[in-house]
Nanobody, 129 residues
Framework: QLQVAESGGGLVQPGGSLRLSCAAS????????IGWFRQAPGKEREGVSC????????YYTTSVKDRFTISRDNAKNTVYLQMNSLKPEDTAVYYC??????????????????????WGNGTLVTVSS
């Protein structure tokens, strides 16, 4: 059964860092794309960052560029989201999600054009002093 599971959330002070992990099981990342999405209280879910495993292409939403970095470790079948310089507005439940994605523009996974098919349960990130 194809599953993804997030870990690494928690409470961090403004300006701090966290690394989220997305472990895939039941499939290998080979021709899949993984996205990180978040939903803050009272707001719609948004695509934060996505990565296409075939060529390593990435996408970041404007608000996290130069602060967040998405990466993959194929040997561990895991995708990471390194979050630096965290701000209170980054507080949200963060979800990872997967879709079979052998070609195309990786932005489409994040912006809803080609939405993910498989979702994790989410991990809470709270940025507060």
């Amino acid at each position: 059964q194809l599953q993804v599971a997030e870990s690494g959330g928690g409470l961090v002070q403004p300006g701090g860092s966290l690394r989220l992990s997305c472990a895939a099981s039941g499939f290998t990342l080979d021709k899949y794309a993984i996205g990180w999405f978040r939903q803050a209280p009272g707001k719609e879910r948004e695509g934060v960052s996505c990565i296409m495993n075939v060529d390593g292409s990435t996408y970041y939403t404007t608000s996290v560029k130069d602060r967040f970095t998405i990466s993959r470790d194929n040997a561990k079948n895991t995708v990471y989201l390194q979050m630096n310089s965290l701000k209170p507005e980054d507080t949200a439940v963060y979800y990872c999600a997967a879709r079979y994605f052998p070609r195309g523009l990786i932005q489409y996974l994040c912006d809803g054009t080609s939405p993910p098919r498989h979702w994790g349960n989410g991990t809470l990130v709270t940025v507060s002093s």
